[in-house]
T-cell receptor
């Protein structure tokens, strides 16, 4: 079974703090994704990575950066957290980039910025 | 603009009853359509995937249908169980690129 784990289930940070969200997958998948999920908006893609040290912006990259130093680990960084970044963050991985490959999701991190 | 609309927004049914969730999309050119189930506090899990040439796909008590001409899909749940309580998300992909177009989901509550 594919397993995607995220470092925290719940996180509370203050405005202006630098926040790191970590994601690890154990299936040697090439592609990894970060989404945020907000009520009434559905899932929106922040960034994705198709290889180590490679990244592409998604639909809403502003205020975020990512890092992929190892194939199994993909980090989302909030350089200076703001209250409008309070959300559920979901990491996913897939074997291939084509959309016919299933994306496997982690359990999510619920981030609250106060 | 690629859009995915789901209805109803929420639904309450009695255990043992059947229900059908709807998904309409404008994604073009069409590649594939997935239904995901998301339990509260968990990540989404894929139930079915259908490509252009498929018009029905089953996964246990879940049956998805696709009408590519009218750009509509439905997810039918038979003999519902309490564990079916979740959000069901329709995801449609275009025939190019990596992007997934997510619906906002239908929240289903199955009551005893």
């Amino acid at each position: 079974d594919v397993k995607v784990t995220q470092s925290s289930r719940y996180l509370v940070k203050r405005t202006g703090e630098k926040v790191f969200l970590e994601c690890v997958q154990d299936m040697d998948h090439e592609n990894m994704f970060w989404y945020r999920q907000d009520p009434g908006l559905g899932l929106r893609l922040i960034y994705f990575s198709y290889d180590v040290k490679m990244k592409e912006k998604g639909d809403i990259p502003e205020g975020y950066s990512v890092s992929r130093e190892k194939k199994e680990r993909f980090s989302l960084i909030l350089e200076s957290a703001s209250t409008n970044q309070t959300s559920m963050y979901l990491c996913a991985s897939s074997l291939g980039a084509e959309t016919t490959y299933e994306q496997y999701f982690g359990p999510g991190t619920r981030l609250t910025v106060t | 603009k690629n859009q995915v609309e789901q209805s109803p927004q929420s639904l309450i049914i009695l255990e043992g009853k059947n229900c059908t969730l709807q998904c309409n999309y404008t994604v073009s050119p069409f590649s594939n359509l997935r239904w995901y189930k998301q339990d509260t506090g968990r990540g989404p899990v894929s139930l079915t995937i259908m490509t252009f040439s498929e018009n029905t796909k089953s996964n246990g008590r879940y049956t998805a249908t696709l009408d590519a001409d009218t750009k509509q899909s439905s997810l039918h749940i038979t003999a519902s169980q309490l564990s079916d309580s979740a959000s069901y998300i329709c995801v449609v992909s275009a025939d190019s690129g990596y992007a997934l177009n997510f619906g906002k989901g239908t929240s289903l509550l199955v009551t005893p």
